[in-house]
């Protein structure tokens, strides 16, 4: 059975950690490096009790050299970081999965103005392909540079495409109330982050305009049936008092009446390995996607008025992030799909 | 100063001891009875600790004639309790303010539909007075039965109704996007409530339809500006891991452009004690209005796209429920309406 | 490699689905049965949403003869109820594995006393091994009947084993402040385990009394050096507002000065899967065992005044019950020890 | 009536805050000042939007001759920082009441130890007033500079007090095992305060010395009876993940059988307006005292054994700091010691 050596750099964030929680346990991949430049030196598992007796390793200085040895590299850093490295690794043949925005939206301009600066590696952005599987797989598989998609993103798009594949929604009225857990916001010493000001409390942010709206809009926008306008969303992000976990709450008006929603939903996603369609009427609950690389999804049409509700969650460290990198390396190497993703979530 | 004497029926639950916290700081009110056929005999402050000091009380068998002595009776009961015990307490003279859904809904027939049960003294219903302060004040003063708003609706409501009333959105396309903490579902020994299945997730529920649907499209109705056709509102709420809190974000569609939306909802709202429009650009949060009356709200156009987001939060024991009932009763007996209500959030 | 059959008794509660979720993954188990006769006929996940995809199976009525097919059968019954099937599947030779209190205390009379009803079968008490691995290991490999111990004693034992064994501590003043996750109070609709009563506050219990301290101190005494009094224990439980996680908080007077407490701990458990000693000076949470069949242990000498304070996490639902129930499973048959344990605790 | 104006001296923290929510409705205090170099020229109520519409006032620098104005001024500043402004103020006649540690020990070489800086005006301790109104009601009523206690120190010495009056427990063997809301470690933006990492866990931390400890323990030998031994105390410190609260659960050996401890606790309190022991067998819990200035205390015998285990509950910011400062004000300045401070606990 094929090894392969994985590197990551920035791995003292959430998204590091989670990466490392599914890594140990792949049976195809083995952790090699990790850098930090702010704990270089220190062991991993100092700063991740967690990881006690699955990981030998130390946070090391990011090194070219280093990470081109590995067949995949990870990027888990901060916006804006993984372009200063990037054209080097690529020109050495290295595969990357990028968990950053540095690379999902195709137009450098949006991007500029979204993340306020200007791009590293511009050359870059057309040959990266934007990793959700469920909508790229073939293209992921011989990709040498992957987009992770964003966590708000992924539980947004996988709750409209089917609506949007087939034409049935008017894509220029769509609405998406999502809530994520205080992890999506970084291992950051923030004030805003803090026990004492989220806990026991909730709260809309970014309502006039959050960074992952044009990435799912543009998302949206590649699927869309043809002859149908351009995505129009209003996308409202919250924060909730939980640690991880993303719900989105999707509204869409039906251009017309709709034999059977759920036969819908339950027939775009029946060969998908990492979306779940509930039985009609029941509801997702975050907790059910809880460190698993799930999506669950669920879709009414209350009081059968012509406005639909999809409801979507995911984890966000997983399906949001490390878990979809996962899946799209196992994509990538030819391994199954599944490896190392098999979990189940813990509950309660 | 004059003091009036105050009858509680159903005194266990969240919304009764929400009401004893209220009342035994009110400088005009004084706790006469509280009744719970289940812990009668039982001190009041062997339930609920927090009441030690300040209340000499047992809870006894309800008692019409006892009842009747008050100046003013609260039900706190679940719905259909009330009324029972309604047309006597009327007849004999008593004010009374109902928390439960009782007598909030016009349409006996709507009602029925939605609690399930027939209702078990429709003739009381049109002389019930909706007890939304901000809209019907006037009506309240007089009133012999204030039927108090549910916990959603007041959310709902006061969001809308700016815009509403000005006739600036289209009422056939509303979304209240809406997520209470566990506390609305009441001191009652189910699972779905327990510690274990709540905290640290969350959910939607009753997406194809929620008891306060039709209430809150009453209300609405009751304020939409000439000409407009009756509201359509699609209303999901969802269940937050906190105690207290109703957030509840709305969407509408705007009819055209709108100068100033701002002040629009600072000039509806100038007088009113217990609403409070955050400054532009503010995101309002639960635990700001964790134990007070407040409703505080703010107004979005993400994008200028002609989509209106409004973001409104309160205590949905206390504005949501007991606080408001407070709120009536000082109305009602010429109080100061924030007589006993006067009190800051705490935060952190 | 070998498969066994596997049957689960009372598969509804929380050890229940814990138990579900370790052995759906176990390479060498099958889950043939679970019985529920309140759920009979459902399918588990549709109770257990998180177990959709992984089993395939529905509650069904308990029944002997489709038990006693079985390589093993674990109870997750409340205490008193396995007693009753108990003698019939041990004369048909099945090895039984009993999460509850029912076979844990040789005693029946302190038995008797402190669950409050009479035993259902005491003649099988005397065979039963308890199932601490870390001490019992070689009993537990022959044994047909293993009683699993309780969450409050697995932290509170494996925290003061080692010391009671070198007898480098006085037994008859020995401290245990413990804390639990809101998970150990089980899946059942009581006010006092409502988020609403539980959530943001903490408070002890039976602080004059509870049902783990003679169970804790059999444990202890089994293991006391050649000499020693028998052991006191003072021990107080409290709740937390969290799922899952036990923290034991341990207090012990020294004997006389001793060289290294640190390579004491280290030493005891240099070969225990299970049990992890932590760099001196770091403090364990119950974050790094959610969901593992970790115990990780500190242990400290405040000021070198002869007080030595030990701190043990497990989480409650694994290592403090279905967890430890698979482990004793693996010892039983043979397995690899670890086998279908060897997870990375979630976190964040 | 007499109406004092008030000085805060940074005010941006979470006792900063307390102290305005606690102010704002005193019938005889009036902030004039609040201080912050950070927050200069903001107004209180956009970084605490609970105080919309209870305090017009803004964040100035701290200035001496405004501050002096002042009839009292509270410091509610890191430790360290009042130490620079103290002689000035003191010798302008000014009273001040100091939140931080900086005049809470006697002995300036053990504050200089634990605090890890040298002492920055040592000739002012002496004068300095503990204060615990339940200990040192007379002095503080006279007093110039009074150093409010810590919340640790604040809920244990409430706990032991009752006990070593009267000489009824072994001083040298005490144990405070406390756990506090992470409110307690105050409003920074530290990763290890952050929700996604006190969240759903729990921890003791500092178990080989916090600071608390050699203020706990004058505080103790300041009431021990005569002929005692000094107090040893072992003390370990735990972080709930709460907002607010303090638990401190407490054990000491008693010298000899006592009638009924129940009875000591209720006559040593019989008159304390803020420490309300609870019936025989009632445990408290710290929701019973959010936001309130209320100690709740049990005491228990388990087993007859000869240990007492007494349960002690404030909430850290108000009888644990600001509560306690407002209460200290009252005393100082002949006002009603419970003015401003009659509330009732948020519950739930």
Redesign the interface.
């Known amino acids: 059975m094929k090894v392969i050596q994985v590197g990551i750099v920035g791995g003292t964030g ?1 998204t590091g ?1 989670e990466l ?2 599914l890594l ?2 792949h049976p195809q991949a083995q952790v090699k490096i990790i850098t930090s430049r702010a704990e270089n030196g220190v062991r991993v598992d ?1 700063l ?7 990981l030998d390793l130390q946070f090391s200085e990011p090194d070219v050299d280093a990470l081109a040895s590995c067949d995949v590299v990870f990027f888990a850093t901060p916006h804006g970081v993984a372009q200063a490295m990037m054209p080097e690794l690529i020109s050495r043949g290295v595969r990357v999965i990028d968990l950053s925005a540095d690379f999902r939206i195709r137009d450098q301009q949006v991007w500029e103005q979204w993340y306020g600066q200007q791009h590293g590696c511009p050359e870059l952005v057309s040959s990266a392909v934007y990793g959700l599987p469920e909508v790229n797989r073939a293209q992921i598989k011989d990709a040498q540079l992957v987009a992770c998609p964003g966590c708000y993103p992924t539980a947004t798009q996988l709750g409209f495409i089917p609506l949007l594949e087939s034409g049935l929604v008017d894509p220029t ?1 769509l ?1 998406a ?1 999502a ?1 994520s ?3 999506g ?1 970084g ?5 805003d ?13 970014a ?3 959050h960074r992952h ?1 044009p990435e799912i809009e543009q998302g949206l926008n590649d699927v869309l049936a043809a002859d149908d306008e351009p995505v ?1 969303l ?3 992000p ?1 924060l ?6 993303i ?1 989105a ?1 999707l ?1 869409a ?1 039906l251009k017309g009446s709709v034999a059977d929603l759920q036969q819908v939903f339950e027939a775009r996603y029946a060969d998908e390995p990492f979306v ?1 369609v ?1 039985p009609a ?8 996607v ?3 690389n799930t999506c ?1 999804i ?1 879709v ?4 059968q ?1 012509g ?1 639909v ?1 999809v ?1 979507s ?1 995911i984890d966000n ?1 997983t399906k949001g992030a490390s878990g979809q990198a996962v899946q799209n390396m196992n994509i990538m190497f030819g391994f199954e799909e599944t490896a190392g993703l ?7």
Chains 1, 2, 3, 4 share one sequence.
């Open positions: 959430y950690v490392l929680r140990v346990n100092q991740y009790p967690s990881l006690r007796g699955f009225n609405i109330n809530a857990g205080a992890s916001a291992r950051q010493g923030k004030i982050n803090l026990m004492s000001e989220v806990s026991d409390s909730f709260k809309a942010y309502a006039d305009g709206l129009q209003t996308f409202v919250h909730l008092p939980i640690i991880r976990g719900h709450t509204y008006d779940d509930l009427g029941v509801h997702p609950q975050t907790r059910t809880k460190s698993v669950r669920s009414f049409q209350p009081q008025r406005k509700v409801l969650v460290l098999n979990q189940v979530a813990i509950l309660p």
